[in-house]
């Protein structure tokens, strides 16, 4: 004997399931495509701090025929007149001394560099290294700062300056290099690594998760 579904419980018909199906994709497309401009703007943001780290650097040049950090007329040039030195001077050797990871109370040019384009109102930020928001810090939370380059240059970038930005995921180096450089993270004027001591990574051996160090050189 046949027995019946009760009434009201008939299944989806194909039609129905295709619909809700096309939903679905259009649901995970949106949600793909909102992560890939997210992560596009922080691409951008990166960018430019690099760019924007270059641009005071040269600004404090040409404002003041002397490279920041490493100026030893700094407090004449940045600081109040008649007032009592804001900043530290450099040394005038022509490079910026120190790493671009050094802590905000060290004796370094790279911590300076930082107080002079501030004082000098080429940069926001605050001006007094106990300041707990003094260190700069990318769109990501990560260091960014600057150093000399040479054979010491971090990751080996070339260049007579360089600038680090911390803290990068790897889906973003790949972006980024190709926003700034060739591409490859192991090569050109920009590379990027574990750690700044240690060899770039390959674009074969980066980690979309893992978190980087980028450098460009200029």
Known sequence: METKSPAGQAGFTLVEISIVLVIIGLLLGGVLKGQELIDSAKVKNLAQDFRGTQAI??????????????????????????????????????????????????????IYFWQHVRLANLAAGPSSTTDPNFLPSNTLGGRIGIQSGGTAAPLGVPGSYVICSAGIPGKLIRQLDRTLDDGAPETGSMRAGITTAGPAVSSADLDDSATYVACLGS
Not at 85 to 104: E, F, P, V, Y
Request: hydrophobic residues 35%.
């Open 57 to 110: 650097l040269y600004g404090y040049q040409d404002k003041f025929h002397a490279l920041p950090g490493d100026d030893i007329r700094a407090t004449s040039h940045v600081c109040p007149s008649g007032a009592p030195a804001c900043t530290t001077a450099g040394n005038a050797n022509g490079i910026i001394d120190g790493n671009w990871d050094d802590a905000a109370t060290a004796a370094s040019e790279s």
